[in-house]
């Protein structure tokens, strides 16, 4: 029995210490690529006239484990990895959003200046969106809903467990305030289909729900062009 604990032990220790260098090598990859991109054009002046407090932003991040989320919970078209809620704050635009503690120093909610959340987003990779009829009253609603969770320092939801607000992840947070909280979007009740449409990034860019307000993605002509430079560059 002791033989079969102190391996069990050594196997959750070598777990958990794989884990931790996966993390470490996806970071220093994250912060090598920020920095060759660090002033790369993210979004235009013209378009950020175009904003409204409580419109969510999606990036694309790097390193492997934005790679396995861009595949993985996307439909193709895109291949954005993260969330965000944007709202003004002492005249310049700031967003609200959840991020986990393997990849950042809070766990959780937090808020930071949009320049550095674009920082850390591939560019030509943004897309800014909207729910569908959404007023500015209504935006400025979900940027205090997005305070409050603020406030509380709401962990980051580890589990995937949806439409529990103790915890939240990047897309359930907007989920929870949109749905629950404030019932501008009425999404399936079903649970399976819940919980299917909670755990994957389209859901944010389905016209059934949401209207695309900025799309920095090369169109198909632009996107076959660049390949085919980067083809001839190689």
């Known amino acids: 029995m002791k033989k079969f604990l102190f391996f069990l032990a050594a196997l959750l220790l070598l777990s958990y210490t794989a884990f931790r260098i996966f993390f470490y090598i996806d970071h220093r990859s994250e912060e090598k690529q920020v920095a060759e991109n660090e002033h790369s054009l993210r979004l235009t002046p013209s378009q950020l006239d175009s904003l409204q407090e409580g419109d969510i932003i999606l990036r694309r991040g790097y390193g492997i484990f934005s790679d396995l989320i861009a595949k993985r919970l996307n439909d ?20 609200i959003h959840s991020l ?30 909207r729910p569908l009829h959404s007023t500015p009253e209504q935006g400025r609603a979900v940027v205090q809903r997005a305070k409050h969770y603020l406030k509380a320092q709401i962990p980051f939801d580890h589990l995937g467990t949806i439409d529990e607000p103790s915890q939240l992840y990047c897309t359930e947070l907007i989920y929870q305030i949109l749905d629950n909280d404030l019932h501008f979007i009425a999404f399936p009740t079903d649970k399976p289909q819940r919980q299917q449409l909670f755990t994957t990034m389209t859901t944010l860019y389905n016209p059934k729900y949401f209207e ?20 001839h560059s190689e």
């Open 76 to 95: 193709g078209r895109f291949d954005v990895t993260h969330s965000g809620i944007l709202y003004r704050k002492n005249g310049n635009w700031w967003v």
């Open 100 to 129: 986990s503690s393997d990849v950042s120093n809070i766990d959780g909610m937090q808020e930071q200046p949009l320049n550095a959340f674009l920082k850390y987003s591939m560019p030509k990779k943004i897309l800014i969106v």
């Open 212 to 231: 695309i307000i900025i799309n920095t993605y090369p169109n198909k002509k632009q996107k076959k062009l660049i390949e085919k430079i980067l083809k």
